[in-house]
């Protein structure tokens, strides 16, 4: 009889791909769910981004294999906007790479880096796939601690204390998703300061340093020194509104990014250039684009949310940043299921669980800002009739 890799037996279905099932069954039944769970702005890119992926889709030129390593124009484009935003200087011929959405990122930095084996140091809360990709690659996973009473930061003086010898990289995800802690400069440091004595990569993955964020967005590559021992990603996902466009790009020296490109030339062969070129415009939108977009429509959800996290008892960090509000739930629930799935089926709204985060996230919800502003007042509306 045949049988799936035994790799498969590390792993189960993503949680929203196995949850989504349910909430389309549930819609279907005409119970008209109300999603706030998962991270897709559901606001358009630029119109200038758009209308230039129109012009690039109707030459007949365009349409063949593109560089793995990306159109000039592309990495220009990032270079340029890592200069206007964050002020790092990156050059575009060899220390950028564009990636197909930040997933892709992950297995292949942790295919060049990691040997079966090896061990990576993963965030706990953190993101899923942070951890099942390197099951999948036969790394051994060793999660370091985030707490509430230490701003959801790396606890150095843990770390410190374990045997670090066998890991090559760590993960790292600032700000923060799922709780929104704030990036700083002096966490960044520190990440570094850490990298460089223990002999471990870096890896920041930053996609959130625009949103409900008004003051300059922070880079773990503003940090001196910071580029010969971290890489960071960063997406157009959550900042330009591209989700589903599967644009990203991976920075760091020269060397390891030839040490990447030399996995990603192997396992895909480049964006649609209408994408690429379109991407490069999208990195061209002005500052009230970003401030329209990832401050002041965020803001206005954020405060229909923190209502719905008061609605049911929850307590949460004001100062949070991102697309998301993360609340600790009362103690009158036994587990966050109990509460998450009580709001699934009887307010017929669909919130994030903090388990999937990992155990640290275990009494927490997560709440979604990419709903419009009126879902989000409706759901409020279900949730105090329920009168949790």
């Given at each position: 009889?045949i049988?799936?890799?035994?790799?498969?037996?590390?792993v189960?279905?993503?949680?929203?791909s196995?949850?989504?099932?349910?909430?389309?069954?549930?819609?279907?039944?005409?119970?008209?769910i109300?999603s706030?769970?998962?991270?897709?702005?559901?606001?358009?890119?630029?119109?200038?981004?758009?209308?230039?992926?129109?012009?690039?889709?109707?030459?007949?030129?365009?349409?063949?294999?593109?560089?793995?390593?990306?159109?000039?124009?592309?990495?220009?484009?990032?270079?340029?906007?890592?200069?206007?935003?964050?002020?790092?200087?990156?050059?575009?011929?060899?220390?950028?790479?564009?990636?197909?959405g930040?997933?892709?990122?992950?297995?292949h930095?942790?295919?060049?880096?990691?040997?079966?084996?090896?061990?990576?140091?993963?965030?706990?809360p953190?993101y899923?796939?942070?951890?099942?990709?390197?099951?999948?690659?036969g790394?051994k996973?060793?999660?370091?601690?985030?707490?509430?009473?230490?701003?959801?930061?790396?606890?150095?003086?843990?770390?410190?204390?374990?045997?670090?010898?066998?890991v090559?990289?760590?993960w790292?995800?600032?700000?923060?998703?799922?709780?929104?802690?704030?990036?700083?400069?002096?966490?960044?440091?520190?990440?570094?300061?850490?990298?460089?004595?223990?002999?471990?990569?870096?890896?920041?993955?930053?996609?959130?340093?625009?949103?409900?964020?008004?003051?300059?967005?922070?880079s773990?590559?503003?940090?001196?020194?910071?580029?010969?021992?971290?890489?960071?990603?960063?997406?157009?996902s959550?900042?330009?509104?591209m989700?589903?466009?599967?644009?990203?790009?991976c920075?760091?020296?020269?060397?390891f990014?030839?040490?990447?490109?030399?996995?990603?030339?192997?396992?895909?062969?480049?964006?649609?250039?209408g994408?690429?070129?379109?991407?490069?415009?999208?990195?061209?939108?002005?500052?009230?684009?970003?401030?329209?977009?990832?401050?002041?429509?965020?803001?206005?959800?954020?405060?229909?949310?923190?209502?719905?996290?008061?609605?049911?008892?929850?307590?949460?960090?004001?100062n949070?940043?991102g697309?998301?509000?993360?609340?600790r739930?009362?103690?009158?629930?036994?587990?966050?299921?109990?509460?998450?799935?009580?709001?699934?089926?009887?307010?017929?709204?669909?919130?994030?669980?903090?388990?999937?985060?990992?155990?640290?996230?275990?009494?927490?919800?997560?709440?979604?800002?990419?709903?419009?502003?009126?879902?989000?007042?409706?759901?409020?509306?279900?949730?105090?009739?329920?009168?949790?």
């Open positions: 009889m049988q799936p890799a035994e790799r498969l037996n590390l189960s279905e993503y949680y929203f196995r949850k989504l099932k349910e909430v389309a069954q549930l819609n279907a039944e005409g119970r008209d109300i706030l769970a998962i991270g897709s702005p559901d606001m358009p890119p630029s119109e200038a981004t758009v209308n230039k992926l129109c012009e690039v889709a109707h030459d007949p030129a365009a349409h063949g294999y593109q560089p793995t390593m990306g159109t000039p124009e592309l990495r220009q484009a990032m270079a340029g906007f890592y200069k206007r935003w964050y002020d790092v200087d990156l050059n575009p011929a060899n220390e950028l790479l564009p990636l197909i930040s997933k892709e990122g992950i297995l930095v942790t295919l060049a880096f990691v040997n079966p084996g090896d061990e990576v140091l993963v965030p706990n953190g899923p796939t942070y951890t099942s990709l390197s099951k999948l690659l790394a996973v060793v999660y370091y601690n985030l707490q509430e009473d230490n701003n959801w930061y790396p606890d150095f003086e843990q770390l410190q204390r374990m045997d670090l010898s066998r090559k990289l760590m790292t995800n600032y700000p923060n998703m799922p709780t929104g802690a704030p990036a700083s400069e002096a966490l960044y440091r520190r990440i570094v300061d850490f990298a460089r004595e223990k002999g471990i990569v870096v890896v920041n993955d930053n996609p959130y340093s625009f949103i409900l964020n008004e003051r300059r967005p922070l773990i590559l503003q940090v001196e020194g910071a580029k010969d021992c971290c890489i960071e990603f960063n997406s157009m959550k900042s330009h509104n989700p589903g466009w599967r644009v990203g790009l920075a760091t020296n020269a060397e990014i030839s040490w990447i490109l030399k996995v990603q030339s192997n396992i895909e062969s480049g964006m649609f250039r994408l690429q070129l379109a991407a490069a415009e999208a990195y061209q939108n002005s500052d009230d684009w970003h401030r329209q977009y990832n401050v002041e429509t965020y803001a206005c959800r954020r405060r229909w949310a923190e209502q719905i996290m008061q609605a049911l008892g929850c307590t949460f960090d004001p949070q940043v697309m998301f509000l993360w609340g739930i009362p103690n009158i629930y036994n587990n966050v299921e109990e509460l998450t799935e009580s709001l699934l089926h009887e307010a017929r709204v669909f919130i994030t669980p903090g388990f999937i985060f990992g155990s640290n996230g275990e009494r927490y919800i997560r709440i979604s800002l990419c709903a419009k502003e009126e879902k989000i007042q409706e759901a409020l509306v279900r949730i105090k009739s329920l009168k949790i």
